[in-house]
Every structure is written in structure tokens, then in C-alpha cells.
């Protein structure tokens, strides 16, 4: 059996490899730091708000407390949107499209500057969105593959074939 995905590494393939690592195998790190942002912001907040009580109104020190609440919370709405973002950054030059090709004995991804080949044994975590499936190698890589493009079989056919060769469960992320 084989199956092969056409897959582009646009924005949208990057934003949603980005979530994938961020609901998988980076969920207690992102956890963390989104607390850590939550206490900063609310006693940001708090001393913000504190000092418009005592008189001072837009002194330098109020304006960069709400500058840096607001940074803060624009990061954590469009943070996978931002990590994708860097990860189109740090491509390098002809990957930007990929044919990778699944069989029995293991997969390969084509790009215009080379083949790699892959054993199903390296793959660490497999996530499932509505229009990727996302390979997790480690905390920071990952390779998306998109589920329109898929040819030899079904995506209910490849769950199973995939499951089966990688022995690890499909972490639907929605």
C-alpha cells in the first residue's frame, strides 16, 4: 500500500504545525508560560490601574505597563500564527512544497533540493487536524501534510495504515 500528499508550506501549514507542537508535546511548557503571562498581565493591570487611582493619568511608566499587557496579549491570540511565521523564516530555500510518498517500509519527503527518507520509528507523536496530519519529531520539528491532496487511499484508510506502522494513536486537534 502507499499513499502520497502534495503538501505547500504556506502560513496556514505552518500555523497549524505550530498548534499541533503546541497541544502535543510542548502542552505543559505552553502551559506555563501561559500562566506566567496571565500573572504578568493582571498585575500589570493592577499597577495600572492603581496609579490612574492616585492622579497620575499617561505618565511614561503607565504607557509601557499597557504597551507591554497588550504585547503580551496579542502574543497569546496569535501565537501559533507567530510561530508559524518564524518557522517560514528559518525554511530554507526549496521546501516550500513537498510530495512525500508513505509505503510499507517507511516514508519519504521530496523537495527541490533533495529526498529524505524517513523509518516510522522516528516519529514521536501523530496529531490530526480537519486539513492536515502532523508528524512530531521532537519539541521542534514537525512536517504537516495536507489531507486534500492525498492519493492511494482515503484519510480513514491512512489513519489506519499509519497507526499501525508507527504503533502511536492519532491525537485528534481541532
Given at each position: ?77 496569535w ?44 516519529v ?21 501534510y ?8 482515503t ?20
Open positions: 500500500m502507499e499513499f502520497t500528499f502534495e503538501t505547500s508550506y504556506n502560513q496556514k501549514a505552518l500555523t497549524t504545525m505550530a498548534r499541533a507542537l503546541r497541544k502535543t508535546v510542548r502542552k505543559k511548557r505552553s502551559r506555563r508560560s501561559h500562566i506566567l503571562g496571565w500573572i504578568v498581565m493582571i498585575m500589570g493591570a493592577f499597577l495600572a490601574v492603581n496609579s490612574l487611582r492616585s492622579g497620575v493619568v499617561f505618565d511614561a511608566k503607565n504607557i509601557v505597563t499597557w504597551l507591554a499587557i497588550l504585547a503580551i496579549f496579542i502574543v497569546f491570540i501565537e501559533d500564527a507567530l510561530n508559524g511565521y518564524i518557522a517560514s523564516k528559518r525554511m530554507l530555500k526549496g521546501t516550500e512544497k513537498a510530495t512525500s510518498i508513505f509505503t510499507e517500509e517507511g516514508f519519504a519527503s521530496i523537495t527541490e533540493i533533495g529526498k529524505t527518507e524517513w523509518n516510522y520509528d522516528k514521536m507523536q501523530i496529531a490530526e487536524t480537519k486539513e492536515y496530519f502532523v508528524f512530531i519529531y521532537s519539541a521542534n520539528h514537525a512536517q504537516v495536507d489531507k486534500s491532496s492525498i492519493s492511494g487511499g484519510a480513514e484508510e491512512y489513519c489506519r495504515f499509519i497507526e499501525e506502522k508507527t504503533s502511536k494513536k492519532i491525537m485528534k486537534i481541532y
